[in-house]
């Protein structure tokens, strides 16, 4: 089954202990990209990779690292987490660089206390 | 800066009726814009993509207009059913193809 997936799904931390949410894609694509969800506010892109070690800042990068060693893989790492960081992830990809659907994860609700 | 803005109201129609939701944005003109409904706690799926040479396209019982001088989109669902129940989220590039942003989503709520 073609699809995107995440892991964790559910992660309570603490201020400044280092994480990573994985994101593996099993279609091919060139692109990926990481997005977070909050309330009132919408799905804001963090980072997007146009292939392997090609990777560039969305409008929300602070605080937030990425790598893309491998085509399906593209993790999320926070190195020092922080409570204003508390919010819904989505990891999703397409085919191409072109104009085209993204497929969407089901998402990581990550907790920062 | 770009913005895009929808309905933060819930939109409630009865079943069988035409939900039309909109999408209006601000300071560029996108070459596409899409569609994507989003169910609680789930991720977002693809529905629709009209190019900015569209005037209209249609799939199913969805419908999506794209009227680049009005700087809105209209996103209709015809014969709507209580299982259109979802948010729905409009997207486009702020500039080239690479990165995406969002609006923040309609609610629908399909009454039988």
């Known amino acids: 089954e073609a699809q995107v997936t995440q892991n964790p799904r559910y992660l309570i931390t603490v201020t400044g202990k280092k994480l990573t949410v994985t994101c593996s894609q099993n279609m091919n694509h060139e692109y990926m990209s990481w997005y977070r969800q909050d309330p009132g506010l919408g799905l804001r892109q963090i980072y997007y990779s146009m292939n392997v070690e090609v990777t560039d800042k969305g409008d929300v990068p602070e605080g937030y690292k990425v790598s893309r060693k491998e085509k399906r893989n593209f993790p999320l790492i926070l190195e020092s987490p922080s409570p204003n960081q508390t919010s819904l992830y989505f990891c999703a990809s397409r085919p191409g660089q072109g104009a085209g659907e993204q497929y969407f994860g089901p998402g990581t609700r990550l907790t920062v206390t | 800066s770009q913005k895009i803005e929808q309905n933060s109201e819930a939109l409630n129609i009865q079943e069988g009726k035409t939900a039309t939701l909109t999408c209006n944005y601000t300071?560029?003109?996108?070459?596409?814009l899409q569609w994507y409904r989003q169910d609680p706690g789930r991720g977002p799926v693809f529905l629709l993509l009209?190019?900015?040479?569209?005037k209209e396209k249609r799939k199913e019982r969805l419908k999506v207009t794209f009227d680049t001088t009005l700087k809105q989109s209209l996103f209709h669902i015809t014969a709507s059913q209580p299982a259109d129940s979802a948010t729905y989220l409009c997207?486009?590039?702020?500039?080239?193809?690479?990165?995406?942003?969002f609006g923040a989503g309609t609610r629908l709520a399909v009454h039988p």
């Open positions: 997207a486009l590039p702020p500039g080239g193809y690479n990165k995406l942003i």
């Open positions: 300071n560029y003109s996108p070459a596409y």
């Open positions: 009209i190019r900015e040479n569209e």
